[in-house]
């Protein structure tokens, strides 16, 4: 299925769609994230540092036990709001260690227990991951958000989403604020990926019918051209589809028309040739009557006897190839066993094995002649022929066997050449003009299959193999 898929022009324009718009996206998304990322992070920074300026003015004047309230209250996920007595600026190190401790213990414990940071600690694994990070250093804190007069110190957090505050209080004390998030929200994200995705779905189904839109009138042109091929006559291919598609079903009209002409042209002609030979080879022949060498009158007839059936045969070639007959449905095990019962009756050793049914569209007259040209020619070196049905659903495969001297493999090609006969290889009483198998192959090729001869050990074996169309 998937194999089919990548085939058909509307898979491919499909797939190529889907391709341009995922390096499309990509490549927008890979150029736009960066600068996502660092206005989400400096959006997050900006709310955290104005809560806090803030918060300050709340809790300026409020007594100890309402102001650690009030700072609980405040915390988030993301945040956590304390005070402490001294300088949290000289604890260095410790005091990020400890607001990450502060940060990763649940706001329920802390409301709980009374938890503080300096009552906190980190486990082995936590405080490692800590220590790899590195430590800035607090700075001046320089930012319009900052609305309360007293100034604040800023702790960066390199490389991460975070960030801490400090500041002291009218009384005296220090309030510290600490931010953090892991990760940004994907919000965005998701939303690029959903109308990305509905973008997709949209072109696979805008280029699905643009495809088939222009694959239909390709798929009648194929189909026009298989049964062209098979010798059937068809009315002109009506012009429809873009430009490109008009021009090729016009010159398609235009390359059958031609064939035909070429084919009627070419059968007029030699029917006129071998009418017109008639006139000549009569004249000789009753010119021959009057020669009183008896030898040499039999030698010259016999030559006029080959002429004539030499002409007759190329005739009936040149009318074969021309396939006036019209196509239908026939039952080919009925044809093939009829063809056999009265090859029977005229004296041939021909057997035939029903293997079933099998429906098959065709030029039954022609393919008749075909099969008859196998059996006779099977008959006349091997003395006998059996004749079988081979059907799939995808091929019929009629097959003619004897057991007589058979064909040298170097042979099987070239004895499709009109007028190409084994002397030796066979029998050296050839009979016929070797037209045979040459108006076999013919009748083949023009119901799309072909003729393929192979050894039989002894004897050989000749199959038409045709497709089902």
């Not at 975070?162 to 940004?184: C, E, I, S, T």
């Not at 095990?333 to 057997?351: I, N, P, T, Y």
Request: glycine content about 8%.
């Amino acid at each position: 299925m998937t194999a089919r898929w990548r085939r058909s022009l509307g898979g491919q324009v499909v797939s190529l769609m889907l391709v341009a718009l995922i390096i499309g996206q990509s490549i927008g998304f890979a150029l736009s994230w960066s600068s996502r990322k660092n206005a989400l992070k400096e959006a997050a920074q900006s709310e955290f540092i104005s809560r806090t300026a803030t918060l300050s003015k709340v809790v300026a004047g409020m007594p100890d036990d309402l102001r650690r309230d009030v700072l609980l209250a405040s915390a988030t996920t993301y945040t956590r709001f304390w005070t402490s007595d001294t300088d949290p600026k000289t604890q260095g190190r410790n005091w990020y260690v400890g607001s990450r401790a502060y940060l990763l213990e649940p706001l329920s414990d802390i409301i709980h227990y009374r938890s503080t940071p300096e009552s906190l600690a980190l486990d082995k694994d936590q405080d490692a991951f800590i220590q790899t990070k590195p430590f800035l250093g607090w700075q001046p804190l320089q930012s319009p958000l900052w609305i309360s007069e007293t100034p604040a110190s800023v702790l960066p957090f390199e490389n991460q989403i975070g960030l801490g505050l400090v500041m002291q209080l009218p009384d005296g004390a220090w309030l510290n604020a600490v931010f953090y998030k892991r990760h940004l929200s994907d919000t965005g994200l998701m939303q690029s990926l959903l109308t990305t995705l509905i973008t997709g779905v949209a072109l696979c189904l805008i280029g699905f019918f643009a495809a088939q839109r222009i694959a239909r009138p390709l798929r009648m042109l194929t189909t026009s051209a298989e049964l062209l091929g098979r010798g059937e006559t068809l009315p002109a291919m009506p012009d429809s589809g873009p430009d490109d598609i008009r021009n090729l079903q016009m010159a398609f009209n235009t390359m059958q028309d031609r064939l035909h002409r070429f084919v009627d042209d070419r059968t007029r002609m030699l029917a006129a040739i071998g009418h017109d030979l008639r006139t000549p080879l009569t004249t000789l022949r009753l010119r021959v009557e009057f020669i009183q060498d008896a030898d040499l009158r039999r030698k010259m007839t016999e030559t006029l006897d080959e002429m004539q059936r030499m002409t007759e045969a190329t005739l009936a070639f040149a009318k074969g190839e021309a396939t006036t007959e019209p196509t239908r449905n026939v039952e080919l095990s009925a044809l093939l066993e009829s063809l056999c019962d009265d090859l029977s009756e005229l004296g041939f050793d021909v057997s035939y094995v029903d293997t079933g049914k099998s429906g098959f569209r065709c030029r039954p007259d022609a393919l008749r002649r075909a099969v008859r040209n196998l059996v006779e020619n099977a008959v006349r070196y091997a003395g006998s022929a059996t004749v079988t049905l081979d059907a799939s659903d995808e091929t019929v495969t009629i097959l003619v066997e004897d057991h007589g001297p058979g064909i040298p493999q170097a042979e099987t090609e070239r004895v499709f050449s009109p007028f190409y006969r084994l002397e030796h290889s066979r029998n050296l009483e050839t009979g016929g003009v070797g037209l045979g198998l040459s108006i076999a192959r013919a009748i083949a090729k023009q119901h799309g299959g072909d003729v393929v001869l192979s050894a039989n050990n002894p004897g050989l074996r000749a199959a038409i193999v045709l497709p089902r169309g």
